[in-house]
């Protein structure tokens, strides 16, 4: 891993029969937002796939690719009939992924019990 990068790691879990094309649509996000030598791996029979990035951190990389990954993955994954949370992922970068899963009054009761 090149200096100033940080692995990140996702988990998500769509139906089985959705697994190749869910992989093969992620590794097309993964092309699409600059992501190399991403790695995907998984459960395969319990329908839940795991996908590391490689995320450049401090340098002239776009703040919002990320955001801009995560948002068509989200699409992708609730589009297949999938969960976003299939119980492993990455601290903090996990946090955007809350408002996708949880419904806007959830979301406001966690946002009002931890700031």
């Given amino acids: 891993m090149a200096a100033g990068t940080t692995a990140l790691l996702k988990d998500i879990v769509v139906p089985v029969p959705e697994i190749l094309p869910t992989c093969e649509a992620l590794n097309i996000l993964f092309d699409r937002h600059d992501y190399r030598d991403s790695v995907i791996f998984g459960h395969v029979k319990d329908g839940n796939i795991h996908f590391m990035l490689t995320e450049r951190l401090g340098d002239a990389a776009p703040l ?52």
């Fill in 64 to 115: 919002d690719r990320f955001p801009r990954f995560a948002d068509d993955m989200v699409g992708l994954v609730l589009g297949r009939g999938g969960s976003l949370k299939a119980g492993h992922g990455t601290g903090r970068m996990m946090g955007w992924s809350s408002r996708a899963m949880s419904s806007s009054t959830m979301t406001a009761r966690w946002a009002s019990s931890v700031l």
